[in-house]
T-cell receptor
Framework: AQKVTQAQTEISVVEKEDVTLDCVYE???????LFWYKQPPSGELVFLIRRNSFDEQNEISGRYSWNFQKSTSSFNFTITASQVVDSAVYFCALSEAGNAGNMLTFGGGTRLMVKP | GAVVSQHPSRVICKSGTSVKIECRSL??????MFWYRQFPKQSLMLMATSNEGSKATYEQGVEKDKFLINHASLTLSTLTVTSAHPEDSSFYIC?????????????FGDGTRLSIL
């Protein structure tokens, strides 16, 4: 069975600090997809990134970067120079069976609070 | 593109009322839609997978008769919470998968916040 663990339930940082959100996953499939979503207080889910199991290249998008390590089954997310607008709950998720459109298993989420 | 509209965004009603939530794919067709539930400060849990033209597949522990799902067309799935009680108060969010869009990620609606008094 698939499982996603986000060990950090809450993180509080001061603006401009860098912060890394951890995500560890379990799956028996060799082909799978990993995602990160942001959920602001308004509730909607904002898609941030999708990564397939065959692509271990790290990715950077502006202040966001992701580190995918199959050897440790981790897909960590770093925000550099955090801003107050980054305050939200962040979810890591996994879909199996080689299809990114399959059902998602979400981690418990990490609530990030960025203080001015 | 790939917009999913969920309606209503918020519902407050009395115990015993049945509540219908709509999930529409506005600019694409979706043979498969998913319904998730999120209790306060918790993660999203899949309730059921809705397939156009066939019965929904429910996750373990989700009551079929309590949460009726109808996926009557390629752009609309509805979730009806029948005879809702306070314990059904939650945030319900749907997502849709693009038809013939292999490996396309799901597109999420903005969610429905249901409060049962």
């Amino acid at each position: 069975a698939q499982k996603v663990t986000q060990a950090q339930t809450e993180i509080s940082v001061v603006e401009k600090e860098d912060v890394t959100l951890d995500c560890v996953y379990e799956t028996r499939d060799t082909t799978y997809y990993l995602f990160w979503y942001k959920q602001p207080p308004s509730g909607e889910l904002v898609f941030l990134i999708r990564r397939n199991s065959f692509d271990e290249q790290n990715e950077i998008s502006g202040r966001y970067s992701w580190n995918f390590q199959k050897s440790t089954s981790s897909f960590n997310f770093t925000i550099t120079a955090s801003q107050v607008v980054d305050s939200a709950v962040y979810f890591c998720a996994l879909s199996e069976a080689g299809n990114a459109g399959n059902m998602l298993t979400f981690g418990g989420g990490t609530r990030l609070m960025v203080k001015p | 593109g790939a917009v999913v509209s969920q309606h209503p965004s918020r519902v407050i009603c009395k115990s015993g009322t049945s509540v219908k939530i709509e999930c529409r794919s506005l600019d694409f067709q979706a043979t498969t839609m998913f319904w998730y539930r999120q209790f306060p400060k918790q993660s999203l849990m899949l309730m059921a997978t809705s397939n156009e033209g066939s019965k929904a597949t429910y996750e373990q522990g989700v009551e079929k008769d309590k949460f009726l799902i109808n996926h009557a067309s390629l752009t609309l799935s509805t979730l009806t919470v029948t005879s809702a009680h306070p314990e059904d108060s939650s945030f319900y969010i749907c997502s849709a998968r693009v038809m013939d869009g292999y490996n396309q990620p799901q597109h999420f609606g903005d969610g429905t916040r249901l409060s049962i008094l």
